[in-house]
C-alpha cells in the first residue's frame, strides 16, 4: 500500500490496490489465451485430417 498526503485536509491516507481475487483471475485467463494460442500454432498447423494438402 502506498500512502498519499491528502494537500486540501493535510490527512494522511494509504491507497488500496488491486483485489488479489481480481489478479488471479486475469492471470487465468491470461495462461488460457497463451494456451490457446500455442496450441492453434502447433496442432492447428495444416489441414484437418482426411483432406487433401493444397498445392502450392
Known amino acids: 500500500m502506498t500512502k498519499i498526503e ?3 485536509t493535510g490527512a494522511i491516507v494509504r491507497s488500496k490496490g488491486v483485489p488479489k481475487a481480481a489478479v488471479v483471475v486475469f492471470i487465468i485467463f491470461f495462461i488460457a489465451i497463451l494456451a490457446w494460442i500455442v ?3 502447433l496442432i ?5 485430417p482426411g483432406f487433401p494438402e493444397i498445392p502450392e
Not at 44 to 48: A, D, N, Q
Open 6 to 8: 491528502n494537500v486540501t
Open 39 to 41: 496450441y492453434s500454432v
Open 44 to 48: 492447428g498447423s495444416g489441414p484437418p
